[in-house]
């Protein structure tokens, strides 16, 4: 559970139904939360695809992009 989600969470335990469906906004607000969290997971599976560097390829990469000789 996302901070947001635990937000409208405690929210809506504290405020009841007096400013709308509180019940329908926590749901609206976990499936956006998981929608959110679904599209960067498969960002990133499509982005470990599509790297076909070795491990050693990735080491001496990163290390030139900090600057460290090799």
Not at 34 to 39: F, K
């Amino acid at each position: 559970m996302t901070a947001k989600s635990l937000l409208f969470a405690v929210w809506a335990n504290n405020h009841g139904g007096d400013a709308g469906d509180s019940v329908v906004d926590v749901r609206r607000s976990r499936q956006a939360d998981s929608a959110r969290s679904s599209a960067k997971w498969d960002r990133l599976a499509a982005l470990a695809q599509g790297d076909a560097r070795s491990e050693d390829e990735i080491e001496q990469g990163l290390l030139a992009q900090l600057g460290l000789p090799l």
